[in-house]
Every structure is written in C-alpha cells, then in structure tokens.
C-alpha cells in the first residue's frame, strides 16, 4: 500500500522526497519477525527512500545486524549521533541530495540511548554544527529524527538551521505540521506501524531559504 502510494505521488513529477525516522524492526508481520527485520529493509529498497535513520529497536539489534540492514536497504544508513567509543559516528551523518531543483541536507538523529550514542545536548551541539555547515551549501536541511515532537522542539531552538524536522519513536499521529516558535521550523510525524504515509508540501526561496507550508496531512 505504502509503494503504490509513494509510486502515485511520484508519477509525472520530479520534486518527490521520501524519508523514514525509525525503528523498521519488531514493527511488521510475522515474516518480517522472522527474518529480524531484514524482509522489511529489503521492501523499503523497492520503495527507493531518499534517507531512513535508525530508531532505538533497529539500534537493539547491534551493528552487524544494521550492516546487513543497510545491505537489505541498499543504501547507508544516516545517522550523526550513534558513536563508537571514540566518539565519531557509525554511520553516514548526513547526505544531501538533489529534489528537483533544490538541493536538501538531511541529518539522521537516534533517541540517545544508555550507550552507543551521544547524549541530549552534545547531539544538539553536533547537529547544530553539522546543519551550520549545510545550510552553506543547500537550499533546506531536514533532521530525520527517531525523537519526539518536545525533543525535536528542545533541538531546534538548539539547532535554528534546520527548517523540518521528521520526527518518530513517540507514535504521534499528527494530522498536521507544528511549528517551533522560536526558530519557525516545522515539525511532523507519521504515527506508527506504517498506517499513515506524512504528506509535506513545501514552497522553497532558494534567495532567502525561507519555508513555507503548502500541504501537511496524514493519508
């Protein structure tokens, strides 16, 4: 259902981005159990997203299992704030790709966990530096945050470069974008289980970067 959707959006246009915030395993059928998520990965490469971060039961997994993920996927992963013990991501930090004619920045962020990942602040500190850094060569940077609306509040006003944040872990279904007060970006969430698709559509300056909202819902 969710392909068939994406691929009727996609149909005779070309400024489509798709995007997932998290936590694909322990999330579907018994198939997908069965095969420790990988059946799911492998589904999600024929839909072709553009950049899927992890959320904390892919992390559970361990990192040969989200090797083989990513393998399933084909594609990496993208995550700035799940570390190995020197502190430096395990995972692609960010990527920008080319939707149209716009150039976006997407940074993947993970809830932090115990261990593997840096904590509430310093992956404020390090998304705020690495959203600095790409809104010098973007259009629009996007955080993919497997985190709820409140955090992703709490890292925009720490992070006021990124215009959207895709937000996950807390299965909030809202049927439309929030807004940040304090630094103006827009937040949505796609509740759980796959049973809505977020639909954003947004107006671009590519002068001044503004944003605006054309389009949030749920379908």
Known sequence: YIASYINSVRAGRDDVLV???????????????ATHGELT????????FDAVTLGNHDNDQGIEQLRRYEAALG????CLNRVDAEGKPVFEPSRVVRIGNLRIGII???????????????????LATEAERLAGETDLVVALCH??????????????????????HSHVALNEA??????????VQAGSYAKWVGRLGLEVDTETKAVRVLESRLV
């Open 147 to 168: 985190n709820g609306i409140p955090e992703c509040s709490g890292w925009s006003r720490m992070a006021p470069k990124v215009k959207v944040f895709v937000s996950g």
């Open 75 to 78: 594609d990496r992963l993208v």
């Open 108 to 126: 993947g962020m993970i809830v932090p966990q115990d261990e593997g990942t840096l904590d509430f602040k310093e992956s404020g500190r390090r």
């Open 19 to 33: 995007l997932d915030a998290g936590d694909v395993t322990e999330k579907g059928d018994m198939v997908a159990d």
């Open 41 to 48: 990965y492998s589904l999600m490469r024929r839909i072709r």
């Open 178 to 187: 929030v807004t940040v007060p304090e630094t103006g970006a827009i937040i």
